[in-house]
């Protein structure tokens, strides 16, 4: 059941780019604190348009978005680091950018690094770390100041499947502790089912909500939940709606 | 799910390529090539000199042992060719310095409009494609027949591909890590200096790198044209080949090339120093 206050209401929004093309249309649906919502579905269906609408970066054509919260964290398909900064500044820069004292963003910056499980990692250019690594020190850098609306545009896509599946119980770990509001765009089904509380299934171009699955699995999930006969008819009914949704 | 688990599972920093080498080695792979393709070289150059010329034709090519004595081992000549050398050399650095805040500054202000960039940059194509020569007399109307000259022409020579390769640093940023920026709602000057300046400091070594070599360049053939004042190396190379001086000549053009090289590798270190510990080139990546 949803709380009182959605920190995200999409009311009847639409997108239609400058060439005409319509990415979305008619999409409703809202996020409450405490809640993890998936979006599943095509690709080039308008999943990361609605992120890129939540967050600002671009305005939609048509309905209204309200987004309660004025801390949002965004964690984009890459990991998006600054070659150039270690992973403690990259984890700082946030704090930097809405000019927070040095001292409380290294103890910010320390904070979310020990979160993620990067600690001994600090002075590490990204160039000598893994891809998990690098989404690591994205998502400490979110976690900096502490948002209480997370919007992550599909970012475990690029690391291999073990790694996905680390990352996935991390950020799961991390939704359980922290019980943040959550938007969160993939194409696995797997992955949309064992990290949310909802997942919503959006059509080809241009993208509809066209069904919505509550996910009753308890937190924190065990990995093992993936073998669960009824983790699997789950997926297998998100995988049905998905198909007809082509 | 234990984080420890989750924590040693991915935290694997990406592996280097490069193979542990030993300083034996590695100077080995260096220095044996280069060693090898000049003794090459050397002894083409003593095969011209000996067996395609005779003695009375043998001042085009002297061999190079007459080249040492001459140019490099009597210091009378070789003081000569050093302090003209000197000479060319500050112009070079007066030049390049002038090109370089003039490129910067003109990068900075094209990044920051599409406007402005489209309307400057035909002009810099333009100033790029006139050759020396047809400006020549219009340098010296402006700026007359000496030393100020010559820096103007080090000036013309390296501004473009210094521009170009700022200019494109500029723009490297990606997507991303702009949305980032905006996202947290940072300013145009920030966003500039903590972003868009970095990012483009690996495409302004490139550029110093061409720059630098042509400003060398844009010295020695000042010096042709601009002769009053201090005595540079292009001058000196005039009145050798004038005076049929051989050795001295190729003693000069050798210490002009040494320059060149020298301000090439300075550039390349100083990149590697400043940028080399997170910079690498796509190439030598491994994800």
Known sequence: MAPAHPALIFDHIGMTYANGTQAISDVSFQVSPGEFVSVVGPSGCGKSTLLRIASGLIRHSFGSVTVEEDKIGYVFQDATLLDWRTVEQNVQLPAELHGIARPEREKLAQDAINLVGLSGFEKHYPKSLSGGMKMRTSLARTLTLKPSLFLFDEPFGAVDEITREHLNEETQRLFNQERFAGLFITHSIGEAVFMSTRVLVMSARPGRIVASFDIPFEYPRNPDLRFDPAFAELCAEVSAALRSAY | ?287
């Open chain 2, 1 to 287: 799910m234990s984080k420890a688990a989750a924590a040693t599972a991915d935290n694997v920093p990406a592996p280097s390529t490069a193979r542990p080498k030993t300083l034996a080695r590695r100077l080995g792979e260096t220095l044996v090539p280069p060693i090898v393709l000049g003794c090459a070289i050397l002894i083409v150059w003593y095969m011209i000199s000996y067996l395609v010329l005779n003695s009375t034709n043998r001042f085009l090519l002297s061999p190079p042992h007459e080249v040492w004595l001459r140019g490099f081992a009597d210091w009378n000549n070789f003081s000569e060719i050093l302090i003209a050398l000197w000479s060319s050399a500050r112009v070079a650095a007066i030049g390049l310095s002038i090109a370089i805040c003039i490129s910067m500054l003109l990068a900075t202000i094209m990044s920051q409009s599409k406007l402005i960039e489209i309307a400057i940059f035909p002009y810099m194509v333009a100033l790029q494609a006139i050759p020396l020569l047809a400006i020549v007399p219009l340098i010296s109307f402006w700026f007359g027949f000496g030393q100020t000259s010559r820096v103007v022409v080090c000036v013309l020579i390296s501004l473009f591909p210094m521009l170009v390769n700022t200019l494109f640093g500029l723009h490297s940023a990606s997507r991303g890590a702009h949305d980032l920026f905006t996202l947290h709602r940072a300013s145009r000057l920030t966003r500039l200096r903590k972003l868009m300046l970095p990012a483009a400091l690996p495409a302004i070594f490139a550029g110093l790198r061409i720059s630098a070599g042509l400003s060398v360049i844009g010295a020695i053939v000042g010096d042709f044209f601009f002769g009053r004042g201090d005595v540079g190396i292009g001058q000196r190379l005039r009145e050798y080949a004038n005076e049929l001086e051989g050795e001295q000549l190729l003693a000069a053009v050798i210490m002009s090339s040494g320059l060149g090289i020298a301000v090439f590798l300075f550039f390349t270190w100083l990149s590697k120093a400043s940028i080399g510990h997170w910079y690498e080139t796509r190439s030598a990546r491994d994800d």
